[in-house]
C-alpha cells in the first residue's frame, strides 16, 4: 500500500489491504465497547476482594470521565500530528491501562489505573472512525456499516456473558488482561498494513483551550452521575459543578476564537449538517444507554428473565439495528442518498419508545421484542448515518475533530440519558412503593430503586408484586420521556440538507482514484 492516505488503487491489493486494515480496527472498536460490559459484570467480585464498596462507583467513574475528556484531545491532535501515530499511542495506554488495572492491589489504585485506561479508550472509537474516514470515501463507507454495527451489538450481547464466564473460570484480573493479546494484534496488524501520510503541525497544542474542556466536560460528567444519587440536584455540590461547568464552556468557547490552533474549530459547526448530526447523535446516545439500563432490569424484574444472560435480552433490539444499518449503508453506497434515513430513523425511535412506555406487568416476551425491535430499526438508521455525514460535511484536515466531537455529543448524550430518565424511574419507583406497600415499600427502595435477583427473591410476596408494578410504572415513564426527546432528533433530521457523498458519482475525465477519494466536498452553509 502506497503512503499516500488512501488503499493503493491496484485491484488485486486495495481489497485485501481494505479488510486487514479494517480487521484491526473492528479489534480495537470492540475493546472500547467491551470494556466497561466485562468489567461491570465483575465488579462484585472486585468488591469481594479488594473491599472499598463505598467507592465502587468510581471505577466506572474514572473511566468514563477520563474518555470523555480525551475524546476530542485525541482527534484534534491526530489531525495536527498523523492519524496513525496517534492512534497506536492511544492503544498503547489502553493497553498500559488494562495491565495495571489486573495488577491493582487496592480500590485506590484501581480506580487510578481505570483513569489510566480511560484516557487511552478515548482515542480508540475516535481513531478507528477518523482512519475510516481518512481511508474510505464516504459513498463506499456505507459497506462498511453493517460490521461496524455487528460489532456493536456483539459487545452488548457477549460483554456480560464474556464477563461472567472469564470472573468465574480465570479470576476477575482476567476481565483486564484479556485486553492485552486483543491489543497486541490489533497493535501489529495497524503498524505493519496501515499506511497515512506523516504530519507535523508547526503550531503548538492549545493547552488554555485542553484545560477549560476538560473542566466543562468532566463538571458535566460528574452532575449526570452523581445528581440524584449522591447528591441531591438542588445540592450546593451539583449546583458548584454547573457552575464551573457552564464557566469553563463558555470561557472555551471564547477561546477558540483565538487560539491558534483550537482544540474544536468552531468553523466545523457553520456546517448545517454537521450540527445537526451532532443534535442526532446526542439524542440518539441518549436513547440508546436509556433503553439498554432500564430493558433488562424491566425484563429481570417484572417478567421473570435470567439475569445472567441479560445481554440476550436486548437480542431483538440490537438485531434490528444490525439489519437497518447494513440495507442503509448499501442503499446509502448505490444511491449515493441518505437524508430518508435520520428521517425514518427518527420516526421508528420515537414510535417504539412509546410502545416501550406501554408495557405492564402483563406484557410478554413477545410484545417487549417486537416493541424493541422497532427501537432497534430506528438505531440502525441512525447509529452510522450520522458520523458518516459529519465526517462528509467537513474538510479533510478537520476530520479528527468532526469524528471526535460527534463521538463527544453521542457520550454526553447518554450520561444525560441515564441520568435524567434514572432519576425519573427512581422517582416512580419510590412514589409506587409507599403507595402500594406502604412503610415497607418505602423502606426496600430507600438506598435504591433497582434490587438485583437476590434481593428480589426475599421480599414478602405482596412486596414483590408490588416492586413489580413499580418498576412497570418507572420503565413507562423514563420511555415515554425518551419518546419526546427523540422528536428533537426528527425535527433535526429534517432540516438535514442532501450533500453529495465525496466519492460519489463518476470520476471527472483524467482523475486518479486518490484525487477522487481526497478531494472534499463541504457544504455550504
Known amino acids: 500500500m502506497a503512503d499516500t492516505g488512501t488503499v493503493e488503487t491496484k485491484p488485486d491489493k486495495q481489497p485485501k489491504s481494505v479488510r486487514v486494515v479494517l480487521l484491526a480496527l473492528m479489534i480495537t472498536m470492540m475493546l472500547a465497547m467491551l470494556d466497561n460490559m466485562i468489567v461491570g459484570t465483575a465488579m462484585p467480585t472486585i468488591v469481594g476482594e479488594l473491599g472499598g464498596l463505598e467507592h465502587l462507583s468510581w471505577v466506572v467513574t474514572a473511566y468514563t470521565l477520563a474518555t470523555a475528556a480525551s475524546t476530542p484531545v485525541w482527534g484534534k491532535l491526530g489531525d495536527m500530528y498523523g492519524r496513525k501515530a496517534t492512534f497506536m499511542t492511544s492503544i498503547v495506554i489502553f493497553l498500559i491501562g488494562s495491565a495495571l488495572s489486573g495488577m491493582a492491589q487496592n480500590m485506590s489504585e484501581l480506580i487510578g489505573f481505570r483513569a489510566v485506561q480511560g484516557l487511552g479508550a478515548g482515542g480508540l472509537m475516535v481513531g478507528v472512525m477518523a482512519i475510516i474516514g481518512d481511508l474510505i470515501p464516504p459513498r463506499e463507507r456505507g459497506k462498511y456499516q453493517g460490521m461496524m454495527a455487528g460489532v456493536m451489538a456483539l459487545a452488548m450481547i457477549g460483554g456480560p456473558l464474556v464477563g461472567g464466564t472469564i470472573t468465574d473460570n480465570w479470576g476477575w484480573r482476567w476481565s483486564f488482561y484479556i485486553n492485552l493479546p486483543l491489543g497486541v494484534v490489533a497493535l501489529g496488524l495497524i503498524s505493519v498494513v496501515l499506511h497515512l501520510p506523516k504530519k507535523r503541525s508547526k503550531a503548538g497544542i492549545d493547552y488554555l483551550g485542553v484545560v477549560l474542556l476538560t473542566v466543562g466536560i468532566t463538571s458535566i460528567v460528574l452532575v449526570t452521575t452523581w445528581g440524584g444519587t449522591e447528591y441531591a440536584w438542588t445540592s450546593a455540590r451539583i449546583m458548584e459543578l454547573i457552575g464551573i461547568g457552564v464557566a469553563s464552556l463558555i470561557g472555551f468557547v471564547f477561546w477558540q476564537t483565538k487560539a491558534a490552533e483550537p482544540v474544536v474549530p468552531l468553523h466545523i459547526f457553520r456546517s448545517r449538517n454537521f450540527t445537526l448530526m451532532s443534535i442526532i447523535g446526542f439524542i440518539t446516545g441518549f436513547v440508546m444507554f436509556g433503553a439498554t439500563l432500564f430493558l ?230
Not at 412514589?431 to 438485583?452: N, P
Open 296 to 525: 433488562p432490569l424491566y425484563q429481570q424484574s417484572v417478567q421473570g428473565a435470567s439475569a445472567t444472560n441479560s445481554g440476550l435480552l436486548l437480542l431483538p433490539m440490537l438485531g434490528a439495528m444490525l439489519v437497518t444499518s447494513m440495507v442503509a449503508g448499501r442503499v446509502t453506497t448505490n444511491t449515493g442518498r441518505y437524508k430518508v434515513f435520520p428521517v425514518v430513523g427518527s420516526v421508528l425511535m420515537i414510535i417504539g419508545l412509546y410502545l416501550l412506555s406501554t408495557m405492564d406487568t402483563g406484557t410478554s416476551r413477545f410484545t417487549s421484542g417486537v416493541f424493541m425491535a422497532v427501537v432497534g430499526l430506528g438505531m440502525g438508521c441512525l447509529m452510522q448515518i450520522t458520523m458518516l455525514v459529519a465526517q462528509n460535511s467537513v474538510e479533510m484536515k478537520d476530520m479528527g475533530v468532526a469524528s471526535s466531537s460527534t463521538t463527544l455529543f453521542r457520550t454526553l448524550g447518554s450520561s444525560f440519558g441515564v441520568a435524567i430518565m434514572g432519576a425519573l424511574f427512581n422517582n416512580r419507583v419510590q412514589h409506587v412503593m409507599a403507595e402500594r406497600a406502604g412503610s415497607l415499600g418505602s423502606k426496600i427502595t430507600e438506598k435504591s430503586a433497582q434490587l438485583d435477583a437476590k434481593s428480589l427473591e426475599k421480599l414478602p410476596a405482596v412486596a414483590r408484586e408490588a416492586y413489580q408494578h413499580a418498576v412497570s410504572a418507572g420503565t413507562h415513564s423514563a420511555f415515554l420521556l425518551g419518546s419526546i426527546v427523540a422528536v428533537v432528533a426528527l425535527v433535526a433530521a429534517v432540516f438535514v440538507k442532501e450533500v453529495a457523498l465525496r466519492g460519489a458519482g463518476p470520476k471527472p475525465e483524467g482523475a486518479t482514484e486518490e484525487t477522487a477519494v481526497q478531494t472534499p466536498v463541504v457544504e455550504a452553509v
